[in-house]
């Protein structure tokens, strides 16, 4: 009934016209993977038709021009463009606020098809809809196929391994003091929610660094509070539950988190995506060492488990899956210099191997690509002990340390940001660190103007990404 709306208000759009053919496009990625930063990139540099030689329909001169246009659903918040985009041309320039919550945009696009057939009825429509949401949200997929019982069996089994220690501490001795058959009061539902919540936070920002389910509790969205997230793992009690007891009542609240918040999402979003991009903070997990490295390998293994489509993944049965193609991007490459960006390549190829070969055995193509939505470094070189080493310039973000040095978020320096190894193997089987220089810069303070005034975004290979990603549907 879904589709249908969505094809009904489609016809009520073209009205007199054509269909116009819409790709959705869905970006997504762990919190601060660089989601926000590419979509208002992107979305700019089609808007104004910024520099993307890459790109086939701007390189071979067929590109009209792209605009926004109203979103057809009008339940679903829209992606805040032009806010962000306000944010990083201010004075000072400064990053937006990213992903928090499921968003969407349109642009149509108006383009010189290049096949004569279709090129005799004159300028061909696209719309591009894109759609934003948190990759912690895929996480939840396996939650569908376990019951209550079953999944607090294995969190708290998990909670109780000797690496998560520490962050489960807090909440595994509240749990202690807890009696799951005892009487149920919203009190100790909050408490216990708190306190697990606190321990999947913990974990993902300090200790291992795991990314675990439920996806809405590292990122609530719009749910933040409501009972639906008002749950923890519970033993079972010996006695048989009552109905009013403790366990009775999370167990309810976790049955209403799948049915109302988990479900909808794969059925109403997730399913009816085209062709997704999956951007991973690559620099970041390398520059943090090893045990990084294998545990965004681990997290992204879980989130990209739902790119198994179809058959190979019951879970997704229902929701009939149809990507074609999907984009594993490194995002933030002007972290490096570009001699390294070929090798950012593949090392993310590595990191996503097994998830890219289960989409490839589905029909889905998939590629790496390392890329920056806003490029906020330049290159040049220093000499330094009669070796010339390649530098990024660019002003660090205030607050930003390195080698005894802090940074006051002003003052822009040379820095050689180090080298990725040539072969990934090196990293993944040996284990070896790659020693990097790895500061958080600000967003280029000084832009250049096109012709109409317009801002001309500076990026690495976003064309590249976009060609990928829709150049097909503008042949
Ligand atoms: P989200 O949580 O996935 O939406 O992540 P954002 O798009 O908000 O990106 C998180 C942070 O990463 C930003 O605030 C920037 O500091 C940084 N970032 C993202 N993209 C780029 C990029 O292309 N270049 C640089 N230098 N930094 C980036």
Redesign the pocket.
Known sequence: TDELGIALSNIADNAGGLLTPTLRLGVT?????????????LVHNLLTQGRLPGFAPMAEGRFIAARLAEYPDATIPRFAYEQHLATLSGKPAA??????RISQLRLVLKFQSAKWWTGLRGPSTLNLDIV?Y?GEWLLDLPLLGLSFAEWSAEALARAQQPGHAEEAQRFLHELAATDAGGEAKDVDAERLAQSFTDYLRRSREEGALSTLPPGRFLLPGDLEGSPALTFAPLPRPTSTARRNSLYAMLEGRYEAYKAQVVRPFFRDHFARIDRQVV?V?TLRALNAGPAAVADLEIALTSVLACFRQGEANPLLRPFSRRIDKILFAA?????VHHTSHDRLEAILNRLVASASRRARFAGAQTRSLA???????SEGTIRENGETLPTLI?TP?AGERLGGVHYDGETEIALFPGDLPERPDALFENGEPVSLNFL??A?PQKMDRNGSGELVLP??RLDRALDYLIGDWMA
């Open positions: 990625g762990l919190s601060r993977a660089g989601k926000t930063i590419f979509i208002t990139a990053w937006p606020e990213g992903t928090r934003d948190p951007l903070d995002t933030k490459a002007d972290h890329l920056a939505g806003i490029r906020a470094t660019g973000v958080r810069f967003p990026h690495i």
